[in-house]
């Protein structure tokens, strides 16, 4: 840091001003400060990686600071980074580069446009290539890159969960391709794998079989959308699946692609066709059930007389504007109570699994007072909530992990929406 000399400074013997007196010290001016003095190696390392320029526009407003969810557990956001890189930081070495959960409500309020995510991907994209990044991320991406799924399971067990089913999705990956399927269901690494996720995965199949529908999966041939891997740094990975996976699309004739991953629907949206050139009918299955809510109002004849609160996952709201469809099914419960938490729509909390924070929990639990899905039942639990709702694969078992380490079990159920409309469908 250079040394600041804050004494000099410049004033007139005489001065009057629009007649008054202001010579001597009334006029004095001190010199600006250095900030330039501070060593910017980093700050200008950010700014020249490619995706990353923004960061350079932050003015220090801190309209981001006051919405950003590590912000509400910990100190972070990007006009704090700023200031870090500006005195001195090196990002590139430094757990701030992967506290950030990509969850998009620093942009939604910034007159800058400082936009996390891409600056996040970009620098951390560099780390990766050096191969120095933290050990949990460096696990699961070897995972993904072997098995096509994080946790390192068999491609061959992906689609066991539909195992003892009474009505079993079509298993595409054992046709030849001939026979057109009206839904191609992309189930996802946690619905196909989490016991707690798969626990939906079934719940969403009996709700599809009650409606009527032809739909498949793409069974062991699946493999992880790589939104999330993507956005920890891994583009080669993150094209080699979007390559696989859109083959798959192509393969198999359908009407609609319904995915149950609000991050493989942001990966099959935004992403994918810049790779494939490709475009999909995509939906959401909250979208695709809301499509279909005449059909599915009369089939719920059980109520479920309890007071519900949802959380809106942040790919889903945030990043793709769908904050309706998941409420209109919500709504649609017999005898269920629905109630808004504080933090809702765009202004909505984040569960702390995006952006690779599904496997960060260690490196963030270095720098916060509490995981943001602690922070999130807590809020649910404050309004009155027994029950959270959820319609992405990784909060039932972020937040059901939550409730326990906040010793408030029994106070708060989590559920997915899947499982509740099964429930008033008479289901298990
Ligand atoms: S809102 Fe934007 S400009 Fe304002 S402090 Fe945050 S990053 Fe900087
Ligand atoms: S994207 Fe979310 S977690 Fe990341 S800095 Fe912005 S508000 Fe914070």
């Keep these: 840091m250079s040394e600041h000399e804050y004494e000099k400074y410049t004033e007139k013997e005489e001065a009057v001003v629009e007649g008054v007196d202001i010579s001597g010290i009334w006029n004095r001016m001190y010199e600006p400060r250095e900030l330039t003095g501070y060593d910017l190696t980093f700050m200008d390392k950010v700014t020249e990686t490619p995706g990353a320029e ?148 079934k719940a969403l199949t009996r709700v599809l079989n009650r409606l009527g529908l032809d739909f498949g999966i793409l069974g062991s041939q699946e493999k992880c959308d790589g939104d999330s891997q993507r956005l920890v740094g891994e583009t080669g990975l993150f094209e080699e699946l979007a390559q696989h996976n859109d083959e798959q699309f192509q393969k198999y004739e359908h009407d609609t692609l319904v995915v149950t991953d609000p991050h493989a629907y942001n990966a099959f949206k935004n992403h994918y066709p810049k790779i494939t050139g490709n475009e999909y009918k995509l939906a959401h299955y909250t979208q695709y059930l809301r499509g279909r809510l005449g059909e599915l109002k009369p089939l719920l004849t059980e109520s479920y007389t309890k007071k519900l609160t949802f959380h809106d996952p942040c790919y889903l709201g945030r990043h793709n504007g769908e904050y309706l469809a998941p409420r209109e099914l919500i709504e649609a419960v017999p005898g269920a109570e629905f109630i808004e938490m504080y933090r809702c729509r765009e202004q909505s909390y984040c569960c702390g699994g995006g952006g690779g924070g599904m496997w960060l929990d260690g490196v963030t639990a270095d720098h916060t007072q509490e995981r943001l899905s602690e922070n999130r039942v807590k809020e649910a639990i404050e309004i009155g909530a027994e029950v959270l709702v959820v319609c992405c694969p990784y909060e039932v078992s972020r937040f059901e992990d939550a409730v326990k380490s906040t010793d408030n079990e029994g106070k708060l159920e989590v559920l997915d929406i899947a499982e509740i409309l099964d429930l008033c469908m008479g289901g298990e």
């Design 54 to 201: 923004s960061m350079g526009w932050c003015y220090q407003c801190a309209q981001c600071v006051g919405v950003c969810p590590v912000d509400h557990v910990g100190s972070y956001g990007p006009r704090k980074l700023f200031r870090k890189l500006q005195t001195g930081m090196n990002l590139f070495e430094n757990d701030d580069l992967w506290l950030c959960t990509t969850c998009m409500n620093c942009l939604r309020v910034c007159p800058k446009e400082v936009d996390m995510m891409k600056i996040m991907p970009a620098v951390r994209e560099q780390v990766v290539l050096n191969g120095s990044l933290p050990g949990e991320i460096q696990e699961m991406l070897q995972n993904v890159s072997e098995y096509g799924n994080p946790m390192g399971e068999s491609p061959r067990k992906r689609p066991r969960w539909t195992k003892g089913l009474e009505n079993p999705p079509r298993d595409l990956s054992k046709e030849d391709g001939s026979d057109p399927v009206e839904v191609l269901w992309y189930v996802s690494d946690y619905f196909s794998y989490h016991q707690r996720g798969q626990d939906a995965a």
